[in-house]
C-alpha cells in the first residue's frame, strides 16, 4: 500500500504519499513567501498563505480557497 512519508519542504515537515503528493500537515516554501497548514491529496485544505513580510495573503478552508 501507500504510506505517508515526512520530507522535509522549507519551514517544516510536509507529508508525502510515496507519489509524493503532499498529504497531512506542514508547511511549504512558496516563491512568495509560503504555505502553512493542513494539504488533503496534494492541495491545502486548512492552510494560510504568507508573503515574504509574513503577511496573511491567502486561506484554504476545507478545501476551498476564501476570498
Not at 488533503?40 to 478545501?63: F, L, Q, R, T
Request: hydrophobic letters at 20%; aromatic letters at 8%.
Amino acid at each position: 500500500g501507500i504510506r505517508d512519508q515526512p520530507r522535509s519542504r522549507g519551514l517544516g515537515d510536509v507529508y508525502k504519499r510515496q507519489d509524493g503528493t503532499p498529504n497531512g500537515q506542514g508547511s511549504e516554501t512558496l516563491p512568495n513567501g509560503h504555505l502553512i497548514g493542513e494539504y488533503k491529496d496534494g492541495k491545502p485544505w486548512n492552510a494560510k498563505g504568507y508573503d515574504e513580510k509574513s503577511n496573511i495573503i491567502a486561506k484554504w478552508v476545507n478545501g476551498v480557497k476564501q476570498q
